[in-house]
């Protein structure tokens, strides 16, 4: 291939973005060294996507940060990971002197100063409370631990990635028997949470848990959360694309039900949600868009409060949910009533277009009476579409060019001879006494006009020469 047929390939953008879609990251990197022109569009397609497993030093060393600041424009999606392990999980916290647990409540703080010189300035200056916390946790705890409350490095790397459109995060293996115990894990999510809300990525859109556990919910909600600010929530009502994939660990539903109310507010924040896929991993879970309407959210029937509670007796465990905008809806390995599945149809009628309930089981009814609303949908759309047929056939006119052709006619003499005839069966006197009519109006209001003139001037004359006396 010649130099000027290259430059041609290379410089349209089909060809370019083809070429480089079917080549391998090894060759990306290679080609990279070629020219600095070359480098550039190879980097759009090389770094449009980052994948980060969490370690203590992912956003801390200076290297890798710097390398970040200078590929971080290209990045469009990104990848969060940091699955479950020995050194994740933290042991409790035991005090030396008395060999007695304390119990540790975390409050992030975006910002680390260095140590205080005076003891008044001690709690608003040490990152876990107070100094001897914080020798404490460093001392009992791993340093993955400082790594994942490290907020100030979460922010520096998002801030070095403007252009992100989507955010994958992703925490696996996590052990059934574990799932009650705090890790590190869990302190991560919280500074990832935080560092996105506070960098606000204007064009974030999609957002996948894939897979996440039950527990992780409460750390990245962002309402009633760690942490959380009235302006936490405002990044998260952008999102337009949600994808989740749940453990669900043998017997969950029967132990609690806490993270299935925790998941319905969850997923109330998206606001401008047009797309979301949901499956549970494991055993099939319960409808996670129809919680209000699940047995094992709804309050427990033996208790009786109606006599010193009416009000709370009366409400729901989970208020209805509903998404304006949704548009698709894709529920995986789940377990619901044909009734459930009958009243998310009707409610999402409007706007719904596309669902599917794949590997989905039924508890009570059927997939006919489940998907009834469906037919109702079918033929109100027919309807709508012969209306608008009908209504644009009638409003479409048609313009075309018709030529004239005059026929023959007889020459008349005097071309104004047939205003003169008469019409209909008029007489002369008819037509005298019409005229006359008319004259008599025309005139009659003439005279009416300069009455009404002359009274004004002889008025206006009056009042000019009129002077008024003061007794």
């Given at each position: 291939?010649?130099?000027?047929?290259?430059?041609?390939?290379?410089?349209?953008?089909?060809?370019?973005?083809?070429?480089?879609?079917?080549?391998?990251?090894?060759?990306?990197?290679?080609?990279?060294?070629?020219?600095?022109?070359?480098?550039?569009?190879?980097?759009?397609?090389?770094?449009?996507?980052?994948?980060?497993?969490?370690?203590?030093?992912?956003?801390?060393?200076?290297?890798?940060?710097?390398?970040?600041?200078?590929?971080?424009n290209y990045v469009k999606h990104f990848h969060f990971s940091l699955p479950h392990s020995d050194a994740t999980f933290l042991p409790p916290l035991i005090d030396p002197e008395t060999l007695d647990e304390i119990t540790f409540q975390y409050e992030p703080q975006t910002t680390q100063s260095s140590r205080p010189s005076s003891s008044s300035s001690e709690p608003s200056s040490c990152k876990y409370g107070s100094w001897d916390m914080n020798d404490l946790l460093v001392r009992q705890y791993p340093p993955l631990f400082h790594a994942a409350t490290n907020i100030t490095s979460f922010?520096?790397?998002?801030?070095?990635?403007?252009?992100?459109?989507?955010?994958?995060?992703?925490?696996?293996?996590?052990?059934?028997?574990?799932?009650?115990?705090?890790?590190?894990?869990?302190?991560?999510?919280?500074?990832?949470?935080?560092?996105?809300?506070?960098?606000?990525?204007?064009?974030?859109?999609?957002?996948?848990?894939?897979?996440?556990?039950?527990?992780?919910?409460?750390?990245?909600?962002?309402?009633?959360?760690?942490?959380?600010?009235?302006?936490?929530?405002?990044?998260?009502?952008?999102?337009?694309?949600?994808?989740?994939?749940?453990?669900?660990?043998?017997?969950?539903?029967?132990?609690?039900?806490?993270?299935?109310?925790?998941?319905?507010?969850?997923?109330?924040?998206?606001?401008?949600?047009?797309?979301?896929?949901?499956?549970?991993?494991?055993?099939?879970?319960?409808?996670?868009?129809?919680?209000?309407?699940?047995?094992?959210?709804?309050?427990?029937?033996?208790?009786?409060?109606?006599?010193?509670?009416?009000?709370?007796?009366?409400?729901?465990?989970?208020?209805?949910?509903?998404?304006?905008?949704?548009?698709?809806?894709?529920?995986?390995?789940?377990?619901?009533?044909?009734?459930?599945?009958?009243?998310?149809?009707?409610?999402?009628?409007?706007?719904?277009?596309?669902?599917?309930?794949?590997?989905?089981?039924?508890?009570?009814?059927?997939?006919?009476?489940?998907?009834?609303?469906?037919?109702?949908?079918?033929?109100?759309?027919?309807?709508?579409?012969?209306?608008?047929?009908?209504?644009?056939?009638?409003?479409?006119?048609?313009?075309?060019?018709?030529?004239?052709?005059?026929?023959?006619?007889?020459?008349?003499?005097?071309?104004?001879?047939?205003?003169?005839?008469?019409?209909?069966?008029?007489?002369?006197?008819?037509?005298?006494?019409?005229?006359?009519?008319?004259?008599?109006?025309?005139?009659?209001?003439?005279?009416?006009?300069?009455?009404?003139?002359?009274?004004?001037?002889?008025?206006?004359?009056?009042?000019?020469?009129?002077?008024?006396?003061?007794?």
């Open positions: 291939m010649s130099t000027s047929a290259f430059a041609r390939f290379w410089q349209t953008d089909l060809t370019r973005e083809a070429f480089l879609g079917y080549t391998t990251e090894d060759d990306l990197c290679s080609l990279r060294l070629v020219s600095r022109e070359i480098a550039e569009d190879v980097a759009i397609i090389l770094f449009k996507t980052l994948k980060v497993n969490f370690d203590v030093s992912s956003f801390t060393r200076r290297s890798r940060m710097l390398g970040l600041d200078s590929i971080g922010i520096r790397a998002f801030t070095a990635m403007p252009f992100l459109r989507s955010i994958t995060i992703s925490c696996p293996d996590l052990p059934a028997g574990q799932r009650y115990r705090r890790s590190a894990v869990d302190y991560a999510l919280i500074s990832l949470r935080l560092a996105i809300e506070a960098v606000n990525p204007p064009f974030l859109d999609t957002l996948s848990l894939d897979p996440i556990y039950p527990s992780a919910i409460f750390y990245l909600r962002p309402h009633n959360g760690i942490g959380t600010t009235p302006a936490s929530t405002r990044v998260w009502h952008r999102i337009r694309n949600v994808n989740i994939k749940m453990q669900n660990f043998p017997g969950q539903e029967e132990d609690t039900t806490d993270h299935l109310k925790i998941l319905h507010t969850y997923l109330q924040n998206f606001r401008s949600m047009e797309k979301l896929t949901f499956s549970w991993l494991g055993e099939s879970g319960p409808c996670p868009l129809s919680l209000d309407a699940e047995p094992c959210t709804s309050r427990p029937s033996s208790l009786d409060c109606s006599t010193s509670c009416p009000i709370t007796a009366t409400l729901p465990a989970c208020r209805p949910i509903k998404f304006r905008k949704l548009r698709s809806m894709k529920l995986e390995n789940a377990t619901l009533d044909a009734s459930q599945a009958s009243r998310f149809i009707t409610t999402h009628r409007k706007c719904v277009r596309h669902i599917d309930f794949a590997s989905c089981t039924l508890r009570s009814g059927t997939w006919e009476d489940a998907l009834a609303p469906l037919e109702h949908m079918a033929v109100n759309d027919d309807w709508r579409s012969e209306a608008s047929t009908s209504t644009a056939s009638s409003q479409f006119s048609e313009v075309m060019d018709v030529p004239i052709v005059y026929s023959p006619v007889e020459e008349v003499g005097n071309p104004f001879d047939c205003v003169q005839e008469l019409l209909w069966d008029q007489t002369d006197k008819d037509i005298i006494r019409a005229v006359n009519k008319v004259a008599g109006d025309v005139f009659k209001h003439v005279a009416v006009k300069k009455r009404r003139d002359v009274l004004a001037c002889g008025l206006r004359s009056l009042f000019r020469g009129f002077r008024t006396r003061w007794p």
